[in-house]
């Protein structure tokens, strides 16, 4: 999974963007290590939900209401877009955004 490969491979491009979207205190790197062991403990105490940082549960609480503002934001970003294009499957033929539907 590209994602995946891009936040647990020490990616510079995913790190600045992470830097640059959050606060400090949200922003910092997760071990991979800490994200298998809290997956493994919330699969063995059969968990609705596995929350990795746990420092992220305020935030996941009203993301109903504030996601879709994120995501409107983050899409008229050229900076995330970009970002984003660059991290992309390149055998992806349908990315949505084209240069010219750029803001």
Same mark, same amino acid.
């Given at each position: 999974?590209?994602?995946?490969?891009?936040?647990?491979?020490?990616?510079?491009? *995913?790190? /600045?963007? &992470?830097e640059q979207l959050f @606060?400090?205190?949200?922003? $910092?790197?997760?071990?991979?290590?800490?994200?298998a062991d809290r997956v493994?403990?919330?699969?063995?105490?059969?968990?609705?939900?596995?929350?990795?940082?746990?420092?992220?549960?305020? *935030?996941? /609480?009203? &993301?109903?209401?504030?996601? @879709?503002?994120?995501?409107? $934001?983050?899409?008229?970003?050229?900076?995330?877009?970009?970002?984003?294009?660059?991290?992309a499957d390149p055998d992806?033929?349908?990315?949505?955004?084209?240069?010219?539907?750029?803001?």
């Amino acid at each position: 999974m590209p994602i995946a490969r891009a936040e647990f491979d020490d990616n510079d491009l *995913i790190t /600045a963007m &992470r830097e640059q979207l959050f @606060p400090k205190f949200l922003a $910092s790197a997760i071990e991979s290590e800490v994200v298998a062991d809290r997956v493994v403990t919330g699969i063995e105490d059969r968990l609705a939900r596995i929350m990795v940082p746990r420092r992220w549960q305020p *935030i996941s /609480a009203p &993301r109903g209401i504030v996601n @879709p503002l994120i995501d409107r $934001s983050l899409e008229r970003n050229p900076h995330i877009v970009d970002a984003v294009l660059t991290v992309a499957d390149p055998d992806e033929q349908d990315v949505g955004t084209d240069d010219h539907d750029r803001p």
